[in-house]
């Protein structure tokens, strides 16, 4: 007995002697299988492969030995020797001094990151020396840090491609342009994503730096109403009453739940953008419910953007160049706090416009488009459209600026227009035609379209963007929600300029018609555009004086609806309205009036020849 139970329980010979097919009879119980043999010859196989890739390891390790020993050599013969060894031992001469290019831009990079993190680390230690500063010395020093503080924050607040001594002057422009290979500058063609991150966050800075002065502000009102008034303290000689001790209770609570809101701890920029959108609907229904707000809104120019996916096909933002598309942009991501898109890379990033280049993306909804005036990139879809039209001469005039300046923002010279003259009135003549041919094309489309006017958006920006939301959005009422937005967008700034993304140029409605002589008028008549000025409403423009331009009665309720029987169109899909006839070689008008163009583009070609 005692036999057989070692036998079965210690794995006796009769028992490794067992046929396959009683194991596959018995397919419920364990199945005990030898795999010595098959682990040796795995061991063996593993083995062979660690022996060959030593092998390969070594011999890639005396290639490359034997190559930089070889190019150590040929750095002290002369440019003859070393073609001359290089056609002998078969290699391009052409290779060699890309790769030795490639070799000295990566050591330069290397040297401009290592210099911007001691950048960045100098500041960060005037900052904390800054602050250590205020903490040691609240009562004595209280001017001198603030003006400390205040130049610190001056020499931080610099874009992302600039170089920290910015403010300086031109002396150390080389030292900044060094830095354009580490970091691309905002209106490089970065994806969508990025560009409204460093938007965002640059915006949530500022807003740092805003309630810091805030906070300092309110501050010195306090100690000097409390330091003006009498000793018994409820009143002074300038009538300013105590405060009670609920009042101030009420306002450092109040004051603390915003504080913590400015910058709320363990989120990402998206995530901040997306709370901030939601408190605001929360607030809506606070407001609608007659309750007491728990803190205090943002200021407008540093709220938080956010991009928005549409289910359907998107609206369109068209619009001749120069007459107004960029300040109805940024007027509408104010009151929407969504990003707007755009078609073409146009070098709007620098100015917040973010939206350059995300139409494929489906991250916008509202789209700028210049078409058929120029052709965009991709086609879209296009559901609805906000035309937006200025007069042909103030548009062409600004258009031709653009063009002659490169910048949005700059004028030519005196001296420059007399010099161009020539030039200036064939432009003149051939944009008309541009003009009359984009916007009869959209006037054509059967799709919904908001007909808005330049003159009234400077004028009446609030009445025009209620309109303008409204038609994008598709909402039959407004609410209390974006008539609160656009009161406090638009309404709140005092300035029209405070409400684009640039400062525009100086004139105003009308001034540019100085700069067309009644010839030039008169062949532009010739072009036949009246009839598309009476269909935009500016049948008896040149019948009245430039002075009561901007007396212009507005449209019907500052835009004008026209009826569709069309779902959607394609958008940059069809003939241009700028043929070959229509087309303007800039570079060669520059070239014979010795204008230098100031784009980025222009300065960075510039730059390459001379260093060449």
Excluded at 33 to 38: A, D, L, P, V
Excluded at 271 to 284: F, G, R, S, T, Y
Excluded at 348 to 366: I, N, P, T
Excluded at 549 to 562: C, D, I, Q, R, T
């Amino acid at each position: 007995m005692t036999t057989k139970k070692k036998g079965c329980g210690g794995g006796s010979a009769r028992q490794q002697q067992q046929p396959l097919n009683q194991q596959q009879q018995n397919p419920n119980q364990p199945q005990q299988t030898n795999n010595g043999s098959h682990t040796t010859h795995q061991n063996q196989y593993l083995q062979q492969r660690r022996q060959l890739q030593m092998q390969r390891n070594s011999r890639c390790r005396l290639f490359y030995l034997q190559r930089h020993l070889v190019l150590n050599c040929f750095n002290y013969l002369d440019q003859g020797g070393r073609e001359a060894a290089f056609s002998v031992m078969g290699w391009s001469m052409e290779n060699h001094q890309r790769h030795k290019q490639a070799m000295q831009r990566q050591r330069q990079i290397m040297e401009s990151v290592k210099e911007r993190q001691e950048w960045k680390k100098n500041i960060f230690k005037q900052v904390l020396n800054v602050e250590e500063t205020r903490n040691a010395n609240d009562e004595k020093g209280g001017n001198e840090d603030a003006s400390l503080c205040k130049d610190v924050e001056t020499r931080m607040v610099v874009s992302d491609s600039a170089h920290p001594d910015e403010s300086r002057g031109e002396e150390e422009e080389e030292d900044r342009e060094k830095f354009h290979d580490v970091l691309p500058p905002l209106f490089a063609r970065v994806d969508a994503d990025t560009l409204l991150a460093r938007l965002n966050t640059r915006r949530l800075y500022k807003r740092l730096l805003h309630y810091r002065r805030e906070d300092r502000r309110r501050l010195a009102e306090h100690l000097a109403k409390y330091a003006n008034a009498d000793g018994d303290g409820d009143t002074n000689g300038n009538g300013i009453v105590e405060e009670s001790i609920v009042d101030i209770y009420e306002g450092d609570l109040k004051n603390h739940k915003t504080a913590n809101r400015i910058y709320p701890k363990n989120m990402t920029i998206s995530q901040m953008a997306q709370k901030e959108w939601n408190d605001l609907l929360v607030v809506a229904g606070m407001r609608n419910q007659g309750k007491e707000l728990p803190y205090d809104p943002f200021p407008t120019q540093y709220e938080l953007l956010l991009f928005s996916a549409t289910q359907r096909a998107v609206a369109a933002l068209a619009s001749y160049p120069r007459s107004g598309n960029s300040l109805m942009r940024t007027m509408y991501e104010h009151t929407s706090l969504r990003v707007t898109g755009s078609d073409m890379q146009g070098g709007l990033a620098k100015h917040d416009l973010v939206g350059e280049m995300s139409v494929g993306c489906d991250k916008v909804q509202f789209v700028k488009t210049h078409f058929p005036e120029r052709r965009g990139s991709p086609q879209f879809r296009c559901c609805r459209a906000v035309l937006l039209v200025r007069n042909p001469f103030d548009a062409i005039e600004s258009h031709y600026n653009l063009m002659m300046t490169g910048t949005h923002t700059q004028n030519i010279s005196p001296e420059i227009r007399e010099k161009a003259t020539k030039y200036w009135e064939e432009f003149a003549v051939k944009e008309i035609r541009v003009w009359k041919n984009f916007h009869k094309y959209w006037l054509q489309q059967q799709i919904p379209i908001l007909l808005v006017r330049y003159e009234d958006l400077i004028r009446e920006p609030a009445k025009v963007m209620s309109r303008v939301v409204q038609f994008v959005l598709e909402i039959n009422d407004m609410g209390s929600f974006f008539g609160d937005r656009i009161d406090r967008c638009i309404k709140e700034q005092q300035e029209i300029e405070r409400l684009g993304s640039y400062k525009p140029r100086s004139g105003g409605i009308g001034k540019s018609l100085a700069k067309y002589s009644p010839e030039l008028i008169e062949k532009m008549k010739a072009e036949g555009f009246e009839e598309i000025l009476e269909a935009l409403h500016y049948g008896d423009l040149l019948k009245k004086p430039v002075e009561e331009w901007s007396k212009l009665p507005f449209l019907p309720e500052h835009a004008l609806e026209f009826e569709s029987s069309q779902d959607l169109i394609v958008v940059n899909q069809g003939d241009l309205s700028r043929t070959e006839k229509e087309s303007t070689k800039w570079n060669m008008v520059k070239k014979e009036l010795g204008i230098h163009c100031d784009c980025v583009h222009c300065k960075a070609k510039r730059s390459g020849k001379a260093e060449n």
